[in-house]
């Protein structure tokens, strides 16, 4: 069983920057890909990257391209750099890890088993 909790989250002003971080905790530490999906009221839930297991391949969503960067460290945290925010990206952030050791990012939300709570991040004037 895998554990998420994610941070960072918040409001802000357009033009502004967050950093969400997630941490994975589990009984014995496995490599898997993560990835960050989000929820805006009254949507349906949304790729917004992803990395794999070594963080040396990534995704990110064309609505995002060029704004925000996921990265990881060598084990079960990974990091959304947003910035340049807009107020379509209002919305809660959620982390999600793939089941299978050594995977690869996926923009899939079905390819991901574990899930946090999420976090919300507001983006007005």
């Known amino acids: 069983q895998v554990q998420l909790v994610e941070s960072g989250g918040g409001s802000v002003q357009p033009g502004g920057s967050l950093r969400l971080s997630c941490t994975a905790s589990e009984r014995t530490f496995a490599p898997r890909a993560m990835g960050w999906f989000r929820q805006a009221p009254g949507k349906e839930r949304e790729f917004v990257a992803s990395t794999s297991w070594l963080g040396r391949q990534s995704e990110h969503a064309d609505s995002v391209k060029g704004r925000f960067t996921i990265s990881r460290d060598t084990k079960n945290t990974v990091y959304l750099q947003m910035n340049t925010l807009k107020p379509e990206d209002t919305a809660i952030y959620y982390c999600?890890?793939?089941?299978?050791?050594?995977?690869?990012?996926?923009?899939?939300?079905?390819?991901?088993?574990?899930w946090g709570p999420g976090t919300q991040v507001t983006v007005s004037p």
């Open positions: 999600a890890v793939r089941p299978g050791i050594y995977s690869d990012a996926s923009s899939s939300s079905t390819d991901y088993t574990y």
